[in-house]
């Protein structure tokens, strides 16, 4: 198969085109300069060069505060280059993955997020990528999956576990917030679910799935176990509240994903998100250290 990979720089883009490789695979992956997804042009010409079976769309405005200020060029991004991807492979009949988030979930649930599950985004970010969400089912809904994720963390580009890798090593103790909840997820497994996902979409698989690794966690569950895999002592990390770190666009407080859609189709189940991070960190732990000055 030809798999065409948008936001290649990105984290999960960036495994995305590693896993896809290493499975022998003909992918092609873009970055954010090799491809504007909000370009008309820049998308019809992408598709005709590369006449890709499958894109997967890892593009997408992630700075989540500041799409608070920035609303209009987070829904380009979220909202109309989802969809322009949508319509423009449906020229080309190619199928289409569009990664999407728990952010479309109100935050304040008590028992795991259901694909189908009410959504009522609470920040402009969850309102965009939401809008992305509808416009691919909108143009392409015979042959398109929407794969919502959470927590994301990996070798490549910015992460909480990385931040808590650079900490453990510049600070004697470091304040981690304890009152929101969800999944720690490893964006190479991910990426292997996608990758799994591909030739069944538009077969037997279209809508949306959860993927993310199994189990709950706090941020300062995460932080402790980041330190102890490190062999550092988890008592350095203190558990404070949101309140101690007030930001623009809200957090949810509780984001875990249910993944029925996904033990339904049979794909893959998830590791537990301590077995994950076990295995990733070395590798996230390296890339640190090698891009340190």
């Known amino acids: 198969m030809r798999w065409l990979v948008t936001g290649a720089g990105g984290t999960l883009g960036h495994d995305m085109v590693e896993e896809l490789r290493a499975r022998g695979e003909q992918v092609t992956g873009l ?10 042009d820049a998308v019809d010409r992408a598709l005709a060069a590369y006449h890709p079976d499958v ?10 505060d500041d799409a608070e200020k920035d609303e209009k060029r987070a829904l380009r991004i ?6 322009l991807l949508a319509h423009t492979c449906t020229t080309y009949e190619a199928r289409l993955i569009h990664v999407s988030t728990d ?21 402009a970010y969850g309102r965009t990528k939401l809008a992305g969400e509808r416009a691919v089912l909108d143009e392409l809904p015979a042959a398109s999956a929407i794969v ?11 992460s909480f576990v990385r931040t808590m890798i650079e900490l453990e090593a510049s600070r004697d103790t470091v304040d981690v917030v304890d009152d929101q909840r969800g999944q720690p997820t490893w964006s190479a497994d991910v990426a292997a679910l996608i990758a799994d996902l591909g030739p069944r979409v538009g ?59 996904r ?26 250290l090698r891009e340190t000055p």
Do not use: M
């Not at 894109?55 to 989540?64: D, G, I, M, Q, S």
């Not at 176990?225 to 988890?234: C, H, I, S």
């Open 203 to 261: 077969v037997d698989a279209t809508g949306i799935l959860h993927a993310t690794n199994s189990g709950e966690a706090t941020w300062y569950d995460l932080a402790r176990e980041v330190f102890r895999l490190l062999g550092a002592d988890p008592d350095r990390v203190r558990p404070v509240t949101s309140d101690a770190f007030p930001r623009p666009a809200p957090r949810p407080a509780y984001s875990v994903l249910a993944q029925g859609r």
């Open 55 to 64: 894109v997967v769309n890892c593009a997408a405005y992630t700075a989540v």
């Open 103 to 123: 952010y479309v979930f109100a935050g304040d649930a008590r028992a795991p997020y259901a694909e189908n599950h009410p959504t009522a985004p609470r920040t």
């Open 78 to 83: 979220n909202g109309d280059g989802p969809g």
């Open 263 to 288: 033990q339904r189709l049979g794909l893959a189940r998830a590791r537990d998100w301590r077995t994950a991070l076990h295995k990733a960190l070395p590798r996230i732990r390296k890339e640190t």
């Open 31 to 40: 970055g954010r300069r090799a491809l504007d997804v909000t370009s008309t």
């Open 148 to 158: 919502r994720t959470a927590w994301l963390y990996g070798a490549h580009g910015r």
